[in-house]
């Protein structure tokens, strides 16, 4: 729970530094009537989301030391790119970047700006303390996101409700701080609003965090569909009693679920839904 709200706290923190930046600059969306305060919100909403996304890449190899496997050096390594190379296939993408990352727990995630330009890394945990069939399964779970395209919709979906948040603690910052002359408390203003982000930025995160676990279901679906439900189910159960050590603003990208039971922010079902929903297939 502390790291799902640092997760949110992170998304917080960088919604109110472009504002006030943006502020300071005396750019504040308080001119140009609700149109220019709607551009305004757009630009705070998508500015963050959207260098995340593009450096997202870049940030994953740093945040774990990351290391892509270029050409391989053992038949570990030529295995793990020759099958991310199979699946790729089956979904007609270009192959994505495939690498190693040195941790115990058993892990992997996948991200990139597009489809076509994509990012997927295991853990070394991963690779030793699961069978072939079940990294296969874990392999096939992370192309599902990449051919999902989860990374650029969950960057949309967080750009637009960032929007909203900015718009309507403005919009309501601007109700409450004028007084009866029509004139607007610049100071009154700012606190009002800086609150209500705050307060409205946490509701908003209840609906990123319901995409980002129905994501999961749809990824666990599309690795079923490639390689079959049991393959799945066996990984996810292997997966049982693990906790994801990836940084936190890394936390929702990792096929490892750190939750016993769904919440409502939780960036990932349980594994007993999960493996439940696989089940039923």
């Known amino acids: 729970m502390k790291r799902i709200l640092l997760f949110i706290a992170t998304n917080l923190a960088v919604l109110l530094v472009i504002s006030i930046i943006l502020s300071l600059l005396g750019v504040n969306g308080q001119s140009g009537g609700m149109g ?7 630009v705070v909403g ?6 995340s996304l593009l450096t997202s890449k870049w940030v994953a190899k740093r945040s774990v030391g990351a290391q892509v496997i270029t050409q391989p050096s053992s038949e570990v390594e030529a295995w793990l ?34 489809r076509n330009n994509s990012l997927v890394a295991v853990s070394t945990g991963l690779l030793r303390n699961m069978t072939r069939d ?86 666990d679906a599309g690795a079923a569909k490639l390689v079959g439900a049991p393959k799945m189910i066996a990984a996810l159960q292997r997966l049982k009693g693990q906790t994801s050590e990836l940084p936190q603003e890394m936390m929702a990208l990792g096929i490892a679920s750190e939750s016993s039971r769904d919440s409502l922010l939780s960036t990932h079902p349980s594994l007993d839904n999960r493996i439940m929903r696989l089940q039923r297939m």
């Open 134 to 219: 079940e990294v296969e399964a874990v392999l096939a779970h992370e192309m599902a996101h990449v051919g999902n395209g989860d990374m650029v919709t969950l960057t949309l979906i967080q750009g637009v409700v960032n929007t909203f948040v900015v718009f309507l603690s403005r919009l309501i910052s601007g109700m409450v701080a004028r007084n009866d002359n029509g004139e607007v408390s610049q100071g009154t203003y700012f606190v009002v609003s800086m609150v209500l982000q705050l307060v409205f930025g946490f509701l908003a995160s209840l609906i990123v965090m319901w995409f980002s676990r129905q994501r999961e279901y749809r990824a």
């Open 36 to 42: 220019g305060l709607l551009v305004f919100s757009a």
């Open 81 to 114: 790119l020759n099958t991310v190379q199979n699946l790729a296939r089956q979904w007609n993408l270009q192959t994505p970047e495939v690498a190693i990352y040195d941790s115990p727990e058993p892990n992997a995630f996948a991200t990139g700006a597009s």
């Open 46 to 51: 998508f500015t963050g989301s959207i260098i």
